[in-house]
């Protein structure tokens, strides 16, 4: 935490050259208010939800989607499950869009709509961790809170040069996060540290030159602010198999609406089997048919979740039978109500199936 020379970047340095920073240089965001200003609770609970698993450009036209069909967390109570799941699709884990519809429905019938501004009643929402919690309470409530995500840490393992590998030395950072935070512009500091991560100490080829804490920062006056944050070796990401299967009749294809539990709970996707480690032989997809048909395969997809990788190899058969609860949509409507992973399953079939508008048989 020290630099050569021995010396120690004090906090009151660093607050004001990041704060001075970030009064110039903050981001124009969809949720964010300006700097000084009191953002609504709303928006900020939203727009964190959305960003837990992916990246501010890819989050915003959902934010401004949501905001606008949902102004408020009341609208946003009462609105149709299914309706919230396909207007997530794209966005990651759909438990965290059935923590949102939860989260809401508490916030708007047992609170009055009013989110609370307390930390510790904010964490015992459905889908509100700790990161969250934070930032709502800062960012919304004006009060002091540590907010620490990904950028966060990066940006204390650089300026303490912390050796202590990642994931292990979590606490460290959160605890170095944690001695920088004053009642003083609380909401501003959370952002002002998520900013200077994001577009300036990027994960590589972080810009020193221009970052307002260079001259407080350990790993800068070492020359190897690359090297931070540490990290263990990387696990493999397991690999796993499956078959989807492609019913089509009169341009319509067979959806399913999978269990409300587990990954893409409560979505419409396509019939498959369990998704397992082994490879499915055709004998065995053919078996696992939810019908008997002339099934035949027709390629295979890749996709990536967050801690597995998977292959579905895709069985079409026109004219079969298809589960009793399916729903027959259009290929237009199919591909916007269904998940990444089954829209990839469904593309080949974009140049032999007309865009019909489809009812639900």
């Known amino acids: 935490m020290r630099f050569i020379d021995g010396s120690m970047p004090s906090v009151a340095s660093i607050r004001s050259s990041l704060l001075a920073w970030y009064d110039r ?10 700097p000084g200003e009191t953002a609504d609770p709303y928006r900020v609970w939203l727009s964190e939800i959305m960003l837990q698993q992916t990246t501010v450009p890819h989050a915003t036209p959902y934010f401004l989607a949501f905001t606008r069909r949902w102004p408020t967390v009341i609208d946003l109570a009462r609105a149709d499950d299914g309706e919230v799941m396909a207007a997530w699709a794209g966005l990651g884990y759909y438990a965290r869009a059935r923590n949102l519809l939860a989260c809401a429905r508490v916030v708007a019938d047992g609170m009055g709509g009013v989110f609370p501004d307390d930390e510790a009643a904010l964490l015992k929402l459905p889908g509100v961790g700790a990161y969250t919690a934070a930032a709502i309470t800062a960012i919304a409530f004006g009060k002091p809170a540590n907010v620490v995500d990904g950028n966060v840490e990066r940006v204390m393992a650089r300026l303490f040069a912390v050796e202590a590998p990642l994931p292990g030395g979590k606490p460290r950072l959160k605890g170095l996060a944690e001695s920088l935070v004053r ?4 909401g501003d500091w959370a952002q002002a540290l998520m900013d200077l991560g994001a577009t300036v100490c990027r994960p590589s ?3 020193c030159e221009t970052c307002p804490l260079s001259r407080q920062c350990a790993a800068f006056a070492a020359g190897d602010p690359d090297g931070y944050p540490r990290r263990d070796a990387k696990a493999l990401r397991p690999h796993r198999h499956g078959v989807a299967y492609l019913t089509v009749r009169d341009g319509r294809v067979a959806l399913v609406r999978r269990p409300a539990k587990g990954l893409l709970g409560g979505m419409l996707g396509l019939p498959t089997t369990e998704w397992r480690t082994a490879r499915w032989s055709m004998s065995e997809a053919l078996a696992a048919a939810p019908s008997p048909a002339a099934w035949r395969h027709v390629g295979d997809v890749a996709h990536v979740f967050t801690h597995f990788s998977l292959t579905l190899s895709v069985y079409e058969a026109n004219e079969a039978d298809a589960p009793e609860d399916a729903v027959w949509l259009a290929l237009e409507e199919a591909l916007a109500a269904t998940p990444t992973v089954f829209r990839k399953a469904l593309q080949p079939l974009q140049a032999s199936l007309p865009f019909m508008g489809g009812d639900r048989r």
């Open 25 to 34: 240089h903050a981001r124009t965001l969809a949720w964010r208010a300006l």
């Open 183 to 186: 009642a003083e512009r609380p």
């Open 205 to 207: 080829s972080p810009l």
